[in-house]
Each structure stands twice: as structure tokens, then as C-alpha cells.
Nanobody, 113 residues
Framework: QVQLVESGGGLVQAGDSLRLSCVASGRIRTDDISWYRQAPGKGRDLIATAPWTGLTGYYDAAVKGRFTASRDNARNTVYLQMNNLKPEDTAMYYC???????WGQGTRVTVSS
């Protein structure tokens, strides 16, 4: 089964940017990848998708215009570029392969005010 590993999280200040990566252990050439986040005490919410076609996917209203999902299939990697980060973006961020309901282990993003 394909495994996913997220990286790129960290502690930043409001207004900063981060780029998260989700690396798959196998080819994801024709597979959609989704990004979720879970804030402390909250549920896990879908925030963005990276369609295999490379076309623009879904963005939650809370991140639309600030976050961009993209992919590099040759590297089996999906990215989430996060700009103008806000304290309310503080959460664990996860990628998911819907085809097999596979989740990564998550990477933590903390945004200070």
C-alpha cells in the first residue's frame, strides 16, 4: 500500500509563508491528493485538493486565495503553499490518498500573532 509522509511544518509568525510537502512511496500519477487540517479541539477539515489533472481543485473558503495545492508527479509529491499565514491556521496538516483512504502522519503548523 502507498504510504504518505508530510513535512515542512514549523513555528512561524503571522504573515509568514510555508510550503508543505506530501511524498508518496509509490506513483500517484493519476491519483487525486487531498489536504486536511485539524486545529486543537476541532475536527479534521478538508482544505484543499490537488487533482491528478493538474487543474485547479477545491479550496476551503478559509484558505482560498492564500493557499495553493500543486503537484510534481515525477517526484510523487504534492505541495501546499501557504501564504499570509494567520494564527487561526495553527493546526496539524495531513495529506490523504482518497483512493485507498490512506493518511500521512501529519505535520504541525503553529502561527504566532
Amino acid at each position: 500500500q502507498v504510504q504518505l509522509v508530510e513535512s515542512g511544518g514549523g513555528l512561524v509568525q503571522a504573515g509568514d509563508s510555508l510550503r508543505l510537502s506530501c511524498v508518496a512511496s509509490g506513483r500517484i500519477r493519476t491519483d487525486d491528493i487531498s489536504w486536511y487540517r485539524q486545529a486543537p479541539g476541532k475536527g479534521r477539515d478538508l482544505i484543499a485538493t490537488a487533482p491528478w489533472t493538474g487543474l485547479t481543485g477545491y479550496y476551503d473558503a478559509a484558505v482560498k486565495g492564500r493557499f495553493t495545492a500543486s503537484r510534481d508527479n515525477a517526484r510523487n509529491t504534492v505541495y501546499l503553499q501557504m501564504n499570509n499565514l494567520k494564527p487561526e491556521d495553527t493546526a496539524m496538516y495531513y495529506c490523504k490518498l482518497p483512493k485507498t483512504q490512506t493518511w500521512g502522519q501529519g505535520t504541525r503548523v503553529t502561527v504566532s500573532s
